[in-house]
């Protein structure tokens, strides 16, 4: 079975690489802006950029199925209708959406790519997870300032039910060699809403160090960010407040046949592989 990883290098799709890089019975693909940079055993790299569309035929050649991560810009909506027209008719789309799409974005902009997937005349599943832990070991989000003691994030009120992209990757990993997925759609989360204050008490306790939780309000946290993705970024923060990234659901323990991974197992995890490091 040939499978192609729209982003093989992003958080979930390199978890899914890892899960299906050496299966006997799936050959990779794995899509990048840089194919260079693509040097994982047992994956083939090939160009697949969202500008210049005139590659996406020679990427998508012989498909079988597709993990597609969104683009995050205001386009993406037209734009991954525009790639799964150049797929194979038989092909099977498995979508990273995100939790509560018509929530999101600037005019129901994850709702929309949602639709041009079930528009596609392609079989489909929708992945809706809840917000990813790994934000807290990527140096473009949380990484650097909890190395320096710090968890710095809006709406202390609020809880997230973190959700580890392992178990994105699972799910998605399932959903693409059996088509008794299809037409589904699966809201993924963590085992449990946990307030900031708590998730820096934990922190303290995989790091060995403390971890103080310091509530940012939403313009500050979005200094630096501009047009489409300061606006993305500012209606995520209200979702967080108004709860959509607190609800606990129960597909990943019921898909893979095991818990959803907890918040403590993933920070032990990533502070034994120094995640964290003093830099």
Do not use: C
Not at 107 to 120: I, T
Not at 137 to 149: E, K, N, S
């Amino acid at each position: 079975m040939r499978i192609l990883i729209t982003s093989v290098r992003g958080k979930t799709g390199s978890a899914l690489a890892d899960r299906l890089a050496p299966r006997d019975d799936v050959e990779l693909l794995g899509g990048s802006t840089d194919p260079a940079r693509v040097t994982r055993d047992g994956v083939v790299p090939v160009e697949l950029s969202w500008d210049r569309p005139d590659g996406w035929a020679r990427a998508n050649a012989g498909v079988d199925a597709v993990f597609v991560v969104v683009p995050l810009r205001a386009d993406a909506p037209e734009l991954v209708a525009a790639y799964l027209a150049t797929t194979s008719a038989s092909t099977h789309v498995v979508l990273l959406s995100e939790r509560d799409p018509e929530q999101s974005g600037p005019q129901g902009w994850s709702a929309r790519v949602e639709q041009a997937v079930r528009s596609s005349g392609r079989s489909w599943t929708l992945l809706r997870p809840g917000w990813f832990m790994q934000v807290m070991t990527d140096p473009r989000f949380l990484r650097d300032q909890i190395a320096g003691g710090e968890l710095a994030f809006p709406h202390a009120e609020a809880p997230v039910a973190w959700t580890d992209v392992r178990d994105i990757a699972e799910v998605a990993e399932l959903a693409l060699l059996d088509r008794e997925h299809a037409e589904k759609t699966y809201e993924l989360s963590g085992p449990q809403a946990v307030l900031h204050t708590r998730t820096a008490e934990l922190l303290s306790a995989a790091l060995g160090r403390p971890v103080t939780y310091t509530e940012l309000g939403t313009q500050e946290a979005l200094d630096g960010l501009t047009g489409f993705e300061r606006e993305l970024t500012a209606l995520t923060y209200e979702r967080v407040r108004a709860g959509h990234f607190a609800v606990v659901t129960d597909d990943v323990p019921r898909l893979t046949g095991r818990p959803a991974r907890p918040l403590e197992a993933f920070l032990a995890d990533a502070a034994a592989a120094g995640a964290w490091s003093v830099l």
